[in-house]
């Protein structure tokens, strides 16, 4: 049986990043059991630099068995339950998958809405509190990957807290490569993923939750509706022993092992680099794209963009998917193409982890332009 | 940042089982993006190498993304709408977690029941349809992992089709060690896991939907409960392309891309070895094992054993723990603590996939011998 082995890429798209091979060469480590002392020190060891990451205390903070939208599961089954009135922001695709997920777990969901490409404003969140005063949570998006949109977050927990309400946070594509601090920012559940800023393979969905969310889960009335995701066994086996729990630790599932070995490297190398240089790596890299592109008369389609991935309107009569593919077939690179409402309109370019390089940017810069001049 | 590269243990409990290294070397692969054509081949490929594994021409087979628990909630969250009866034999931990799985979709779940380490004869299961006539479907577990008992499957189908049911199969511990025939066996919906006798890290939770339960997925009143695990969608990434589908690949969820190549290459050994010669040497190391065991007074718990796990009782004035502790500190052996009603009580002695050896089957004959003896 012959099997391929894949050729590189230069992955520049909204997502997985490229992996460096050090991550690589801990991802193939020795493949241990679930309750082995070893691999519990690993996970432990795992979940204090994910705190250090996020900026957190919470001692429930770990990455769950999936991708990230297992992470996004993860928190809405738990925190949500039938009958819970919620408020969600929806400013492209990745809010309105959070509204699909909370309905699913039986919330009555209340939208709040901006165009595509846009952020909101903290005083339309506060308005939709005022109208819905039973809602127990808001869920917003920092990065939006579909749209490239940056949300700001600082001071939306004042407002969310003061009426009752939780603050829960999508950092797929921000954990790792823009500011976001957990704790300062009063989030009480965030979630993201590893294959984005972290520049580990996709697998494993990075959460935290504060005391208001632990507090709301000790007052369910029914279980929550995953098992796979119900954190009131997860954390058994969480935080018992190295965390704040104390006690045996409790089989739930049999973890990615593997996967593991890969994050903690992964974390390992952000806290190398340092937080504050990392995000200013990030910022760098997309100054620089940004001029190189709209030197070359390129928009960018959000009012305020993300620096780690760049989402521009495609140019009048330039062929997307043969542009991509191209770039693909002659340069070995990969750019995302529009999602939703934005397929055939955008492109979108990622600066993620490992690949937020000059280098990265130079070369795409180069690759695009000598594609769309033929 | 110094992380400690993790030491090599013989992994005999269980799961996971022993990786090999050419699985491992897949596994550290380059990192594609998921709509990479390089990826969907590979992904089409492996689902293809699933189907020959599984035994099974159901289009609809592919690893989920998450480990074998995930599996099951993927079956029972797609096959399974609140207000349904269904019928769940329970033998062992795992069927008892089906049965929570399914009542947490929705379902009223009435129970056969049979002591640890027992099988449930097919006839009971017959009483239980006949009592329950509104039943969609019967979950059974084939290896109960727990307890170490082979459940009969064959012939059953008929019984459960015979009363316009489904036959939903856990097959964690069986699938790629002993035999399992999904076509021929008539199964409607399976799951299994990556990290038992197929040899690979965990992290994937191989499942196939025959035609009856494709049925039932289209005749849902509402959405799954489960986005993350939504067939209704996840088929459109799966079966476009390659598959029955055609049409162009839907985006869903970033897949555990590193995972695919790893699952890949495993079932590439299974179906180079040959799935007869495969599943005659897991028979080979299980009697050589039980011989060995008997020998030294040891006592298997179930009454019909599976191959791939050894359930023995814990001898008479053993230490439990501090047994299991030598075995791995002395000789790197993990072997399994007994679960559920048998902790305390038994062992668990995996032989699966890579593992099951004469060389393993020798050594932990001898390491037991020796810690046992002191």
Redesign the interface.
Same mark, same amino acid.
């Given at each position: 049986?012959n099997?391929?082995?894949?050729?590189?890429?230069i $992955?520049m798209?909204p997502? @997985?990043s490229?992996?460096p091979q050090r991550v690589?060469?801990?991802?193939?480590?020795?493949? $241990?059991?679930?309750l082995? @002392?070893?691999?519990l020190a690993?996970m432990d060891?795992t979940c204090e630099?994910l705190r250090q990451v996020m900026q957190t205390r919470n001692p429930l903070t770990f990455p769950v068995?999936?991708?990230?939208?297992?992470g996004?599961?993860c928190i809405a089954?738990n925190l949500v339950e039938p009958g819970d009135e919620v408020i969600v922001c929806v400013q492209g695709v990745f809010g309105g998958?959070m509204k699909?997920?909370m309905e699913?777990?039986g919330a009555t969901v209340h939208v709040v809405e901006a165009p595509w490409g846009e952020t909101i404003p903290h005083e339309r969140i506060a308005e939709a509190l005022d109208r819905n005063p039973r809602a127990t949570l808001v869920g917003i998006v920092h990065a939006e990957t579909s749209t490239g949109a940056h949300q700001p977050l600082e001071g939306l927990a004042g407002i969310v807290h003061a009426k009752g309400a939780m603050l829960v946070v999508d950092a797929v594509t921000s954990l790792g490569g823009h500011e976001l601090r957990v704790d300062d920012w009063g989030i009480d559940a965030i979630y993201s993923?590893t294959?984005k800023c972290l520049s580990c393979?996709?697998?494993l969905s990075p959460v935290s939750f504060g005391e208001r969310a632990l507090a709301r889960l000790d007052a369910r009335k029914r279980?929550?509706?995953?098992?796979?995701l119900d954190v009131t066994m997860l954390r058994k086996y969480y935080l018992s022993g190295g965390g704040a729990g104390g006690g045996a630790r409790v089989?739930h599932?049999?973890?990615?092992?593997?996967?593991t070995?890969?994050l903690?490297?992964a974390l390992?190398?952000v806290?190398?680099e340092g937080l504050d240089a990392r995000i200013a790596r990030h910022a760098a890299a997309h100054q620089r794209l940004r001029a190189g592109l709209e030197r070359m008369g390129l928009r960018y389609i959000p009012s305020r963009s993300l620096h780690t991935l760049n989402c521009i309107a495609i140019p009048e009569g330039a062929d997307d998917a043969g542009t991509r593919r191209r770039l693909?077939e002659e340069y070995g690179i990969?750019i995302g193409a529009g999602?939703g409402v934005m397929a055939g309109k955008a492109w979108r370019i990622g600066l993620m982890g490992h690949g937020a390089t000059v280098r990265n940017v130079d070369l795409v810069l180069a690759a695009l332009a000598s594609v769309l001049a033929r």
């Open positions: 049986m099997t391929q082995f894949p050729h590189e890429r $992955l798209g997502g @997985p490229p992996v690589l060469r801990a991802l193939a480590g020795p493949t $241990l059991g679930h082995d @002392p070893q691999y690993i060891e630099m068995s999936g991708t990230g939208m297992a996004m599961e089954s998958r699909d997920v699913r777990c993923g294959q393979p996709p697998g279980k929550p509706q995953s098992w796979y089989y599932h049999t973890a990615p092992i593997n996967m070995y890969a903690r490297e390992a190398i806290l190398e693909l990969e999602l």
